[in-house]
């Protein structure tokens, strides 16, 4: 079993920068791509980036591009995303996620999920 715990929400104003980290525990060894996700009020839980978990390649949902940015320190079992010129739409719950096989951006083939933290974006 891995353990995801996610930390680093909070309340932004329109154009500001958060950092959002996720600390893996127990089998972390099973884990091959990190992945971040958010799901809005009413809406899909949606792809936002991912990464491999060894190699450290990164990958982006089309829309994160240029603003979000994820990484990993092995060492510390922990898997950051950067985000910045943040817009009221990326308001959210945040989710950190892993998997045991490649690159997916598709929310079923992740294994473990943490429990989300809540980022607020306003005008």
């Known amino acids: 079993q891995v353990q995801l715990v996610e930390s680093g929400g909070g309340l932004v104003q329109t154009g500001g920068s958060l950092r959002l980290s996720c600390a893996a525990s127990?089998?972390?060894?099973?884990?091959?791509?990190m992945g971040w996700f958010r799901q809005a009020p009413g809406k899909e839980r949606e792809f936002v980036a991912a990464?491999?978990?060894?190699?450290?390649?990164?990958y982006y949902a089309d829309s994160m591009k240029g603003r979000f940015t994820i990484f990993r320190d092995n060492a510390k079992n922990t898997v950051s995303l950067q985000m910045s010129s943040l817009k009221p739409e990326d308001t959210a719950v945040y989710y950190c996620?892993?998997?045991?096989?490649?690159?997916?951006?598709?929310?079923?083939?992740?294994?473990?999920w943490g429990q989300g933290t809540q980022v607020t974006v306003s005008s």
């Open positions: 990464i491999n978990w060894r190699g450290g390649n990164p």
């Open positions: 127990g089998r972390t060894n099973s884990i091959s791509t």
């Open positions: 996620a892993a998997q045991r096989g490649g690159y997916s951006d598709y929310v079923g083939t992740y294994h473990y």
